[in-house]
C-alpha cells in the first residue's frame, strides 16, 4: 500500500528554517520523480521542487537557493530543508509521487510569522 505522510511543519519566524520530512512506504523513495507542492490560503497548489531517480533536482524560482530538496533511500524518505523562510512561504506543503495514479501526502502546514 502506497502512503506517504509529512511532517515537521510549524510556526517559524521571518529568515528562520524548518525541515519537513515525507515517509514513503509501499514503494522505494528512489524509484520514482518525488516533489514537494504547496497550496497557500485560496490559491492553487503549486510546485516547489522535484527530485529525479537520477538525481536531477528543479526548484520554482521563487525557493532557489533557500530550499533544498533531498531524500535518504536508507530511510526511504523525502526531505525538504527551507532557509530564509519568508511570509509568502506560508502554505500547506504536500509531497507526492509522479505516477499514474499520483499519490500525495495529507499536507504539513508552515506558517511563517513574526
Known amino acids: 500500500q502506497v502512503q506517504l505522510v509529512e511532517s515537521g511543519g510549524g510556526l517559524a519566524q521571518p529568515g528562520g528554517s524548518l525541515r519537513l520530512s515525507c515517509a514513503v512506504s509501499?514503494?522505494?523513495?528512489?524509484?520514482?520523480?518525488m516533489g514537494w507542492y504547496r497550496q497557500a490560503p485560496g490559491k492553487e497548489r503549486d510546485a516547489v521542487a522535484s527530485i529525479h531517480p537520477g538525481g536531477t533536482i528543479n526548484y520554482v524560482d521563487s525557493v532557489k537557493g533557500r530550499f533544498t530538496i533531498s531524500r535518504d533511500n536508507a530511510e526511504n524518505t523525502l526531505y525538504l530543508q527551507m532557509n530564509r523562510l519568508e511570509p509568502e512561504d506560508t502554505a500547506v506543503y504536500f509531497c507526492s509521487r509522479f505516477s499514474i495514479p499520483r499519490f500525495w501526502g495529507q499536507g504539513t502546514q508552515v506558517t511563517v510569522s513574526s
Open positions: 509501499g514503494f522505494s523513495v528512489s524509484s520514482y520523480l
